[in-house]
């Protein structure tokens, strides 16, 4: 029975320690950019990135009253 459980855990481990045989490498970009981005971009940039993702977050915290009591007005 033990050799048998060894043989079953040997098996599980096994791919474990010979590692990946799929190599996996990142694109990593040694030289400067083509094109330069100035700060006016970035900065319209990260605008229009940031009212994307709080906007409409924003827009039910400030209606969440009006939401509260829809679902009463509903309800009833």
Do not use: C, H
Request: charged share 15%; aromatic share 4%.
């Amino acid at each position: 029975m033990s050799g048998l459980l060894r043989g079953i855990a040997r098996i599980r481990t096994a791919p474990a320690l010979r590692g990946s045989t799929i190599t996996q490498r990142a694109n990593i970009a040694t030289r400067p950019a083509k094109d330069l981005i100035g700060p006016a971009e970035t900065t319209i940039g990260l605008a229009i990135f940031s009212i994307t993702i709080l906007g409409p977050s924003g827009w039910v915290l400030a209606n969440l009253e009006s939401y509260k009591n829809k679902g009463v007005a509903q309800s009833e």
